[in-house]
């Protein structure tokens, strides 16, 4: 992902932290660092990069995978919603939602064997529901605060991820 600034690139991880959360995956996450570009600025613990286990069953295995898929699948697509909160007004995505269908069309047919009408159907409900999700008051203020904090602490740890998203009280 380029970044066009700082505050594009709080958004557009805030977004992915959302997207993290939304598919249940806050637990594969290690911590976020606004300045590690070399790895994408979201470090996942090693159950992210699961590749199979001969004690987990092929079915099984297929399903931790495709979990995985989806939920990168959910992170791309909230960065693109989330990165155009400061705007404040409706963005036209046909260009970014064409360029990162592209991206994840060759990830499912390559990691989880999908074919073309299978990633369609997934992208597609996946950008709509992420779509509604953006819309909710609630969240654009969750995501605002997640920039905000990460733009000045830089890097969260795996508990202040969760903490900021509402996942753990602060009693």
Partial sequence: MKYNDEEDKCYGIAGMAIGISIWNGEDLLYQIDI???EHGYIS??????????????????????????????GM?????????????????YADAKKAIFSTVADEGKRTCQ??????????????????????????????????????????????E???LLGMISED
């Fill in 35 to 37: 300045d590690d570009d």
């Fill in 44 to 73: 996942f613990t090693p159950d992210y990069y699961f590749s199979g286990n001969p004690a987990v069953s092929p079915v099984e295995s297929w399903h931790a995978t495709l979990k995985h898929y989806q939920m990168t699948v």
């Fill in 76 to 92: 791309l697509i909230a960065n693109l919603f989330c990165r155009n909160l400061p705007a404040g007004k409706p963005t036209q």
């Fill in 114 to 159: 999908l074919d073309d009408d299978e990633i369609r159907s997934m992208f597609q409900e996946t950008f709509n529901y992420l779509e509604q999700v953006f819309r909710n008051p609630s969240v654009r203020k969750i995501a605002h605060e997640f920039a905000q904090h990460l733009k000045d602490s830089r890097r969260l740890s795996h508990y």
């Fill in 161 to 163: 991820v969760k903490q």
